[in-house]
């Protein structure tokens, strides 16, 4: 009786989860083939040797930062950046500001011309940026510092590279690859709206019911051995006995 119950339900509940299964698997299989590098697009990365930048030199720009009249912050951080110095300024809740060293001047938000100069050091190969626009919301592509520009090249890949507007950081990188990654993966997850909860009442569901499915299968597992039929055919042997 229970393992008939158990059939029942195995059936009907595998039925019903076909299409999240199947989603699970194509996703998976994907997740295992694509290197995250690759998705990433790590390997467009151009490589940029690190410049020194001398004390004095260092002393003598922050100096003229503070004499334009820069508010202070808790953090400082100097970095090249398109050949020239600059210092990021920080606060826990303020906007980062960026400044020139050479002349004390405030960079941020750096306007589109620079963010497409930036992109186009940043990314490897010939390809050249065909189209910025500004990014003001987040969305499931680019939930980075905002605001920031969307620079996109035409390589191929529909590479677009996003650049903050407040720190010149180039702060994602996406392709068709990655998109069609960020797809399965909402797939995966079952968050079709974000991509990145793993707590939606949806496949918290789907989960369980799959849970009730791979018990109910070992249930049944003895039986379609046939132990149980075995078993039957004993105890009518030892009856006649």
Do not use: C
Not at 3 to 10: G, L, P, V, W
Request: proline residues 6%; charged residues 20%.
């Amino acid at each position: 009786m229970v393992t008939r119950t158990s059939a029942k339900i195995h059936k009907w509940l595998a039925l019903v989860l076909v299409i999240p299964i199947l989603f699970w698997f194509i996703s998976g299989l994907f997740f295992a083939i694509a290197p995250i590098e690759t998705v990433r697009s790590e390997h467009m990365m151009a490589e940029a040797a690190p410049v020194p930048i001398p004390m004095g030199a260092a002393a003598a720009g922050l100096a003229k930062v503070a004499a334009s009249g820069a508010v202070p912050g808790e953090k400082i951080e100097l970095r090249g950046m398109m050949g020239r110095t600059v210092a990021l300024v920080s606060s826990n809740e303020a906007r980062p500001r960026l400044y020139d060293l050479k002349s004390g001047r405030k960079l941020s938000p750096i306007p589109a011309s620079l963010a497409i100069a930036i992109a186009a050091r940043d990314h490897a190969g010939d390809a050249k940026p065909v189209r910025v626009e500004q990014v003001a919301g987040n969305s499931p592509e680019y939930r980075g510092a905002l605001p920031a520009w969307r620079v996109d090249f035409d390589d191929g890949a529909n590479r677009s590279l996003y650049v903050a507007a407040d720190t010149g950081v180039v702060a994602a990188r996406r392709s068709t690859l990655w998109r069609v990654f960020d797809f399965l993966w909402s797939l995966h997850i079952l968050d079709f709206k974000e991509h990145e909860d793993f707590n939606t009442p949806l496949l918290i569901g789907a989960t369980s019911l799959a849970l009730i499915v791979i018990v109910t299968g070992i249930i049944m597992f003895p039986s379609r051995l046939g132990y149980s039929a075995w078993r039957r055919r004993r105890r009518k042997a030892h009856q006649r006995d």
